[in-house]
């Protein structure tokens, strides 16, 4: 097997571990095809290498539906990590926390976009205004404006187009920050940068696991994460986005 081989060596405590215990446990729900993990060490990790190819419509339906069955294998809870792991996990460089919970938007707001915000505000990417909306949207969220009754879904946590490799028998799943989550974050992050055949492979996904009636509306609450994450670090244009999609929060409540 062809290997690649990722390293850092300011990797702090804990940063290849867990995403060596994320992707093994998004491997076990034997839906969507999983990066194997063929060593682990304090400063990297040995991956399978995986041949790219284009992107199809085929490998698009097939991995619509292969999310689906890994969402479906489910977790403990709203934020619990992988099973075994214990303490933070990544998502890019930065930490998150996760500690389980009963209830997603207690678990969602506190741990997913108000870590980030205190970040986005001193860097300057966000202004003290804007924090305030984003304050707002994640109260209502954790008052349970967006919880339903669906259980906690098994997330790869960090799928943007980047970590979607499309290879020669279909599409691979790379840099996880696997947790227990609400499987529309999961789509809703994959909206956020662009994906080739995007509406087919949620058209695909829909047919095996149904989505629920207005979905596409709370898209920008479930990109609140991700927008805060770059918000942090990587301009003022996100935190424009974010306070945007806080906006649109605030609107739906």
């Not at 839906?31 to 060490?41: F, L, Q, W």
């Not at 870590?115 to 305030?132: C, Q, R, T």
């Not at 596409?216 to 424009?240: D, K, N």
Request: glycine share 10%; with cysteine; aromatic share 8%.
């Amino acid at each position: 097997m062809e290997q690649h081989v990722k390293t850092r060596r300011d990797a702090p405590a804990g940063f290849f571990a867990a995403e060596a215990a994320g992707l093994r446990w998004l491997a076990e729900a034997g839906g969507a095809r999983i990066a194997e993990v063929i060593e682990v060490a304090d400063r990297r990790i040995v991956l399978e290498r995986i041949a790219e190819a284009r992107p199809s419509a085929e490998a698009a339906d097939a991995f619509g539906a292969a999310l689906a069955a890994t969402h479906d294998a489910g977790a403990e809870a709203f934020g619990s990590p992988p099973p075994g792991w214990t303490g933070d996990i990544f998502i890019g460089s930065r930490p998150q926390p996760a500690r389980p919970k009963p209830t997603w938007g207690v678990f969602y707001a506190a741990q997913r976009v108000e870590p980030f915000v205190p970040i986005a505000l001193a860097a300057g990417n966000l202004s003290a205004s804007g924090a305030e909306v984003v304050d707002r949207a994640c109260a209502l969220i954790a008052a349970g404006a967006f919880d339903d009754d669906e259980p906690p879904a098994r997330l790869h946590g960090d799928l943007w187009a980047g970590n979607v490799l499309w290879g020669e028998e279909g599409v691979v799943l790379i840099d996880p920050a696997a947790q227990g989550g609400h499987r529309e974050t999961d789509l809703a992050m994959l909206a956020l940068f662009g994906c080739p055949f995007l509406e087919r492979i949620v058209d695909a996904y829909d047919r095996v696991r149904p989505l629920r009636d207005g979905c596409s509306e709370r898209v920008p609450v479930h990109q609140l994460h991700p927008l805060a994450v770059h918000a942090a670090g990587h301009g003022p244009s996100y935190g424009r986005a974010l306070v945007d999609a806080a906006e649109q929060t605030l609107a739906l409540g």
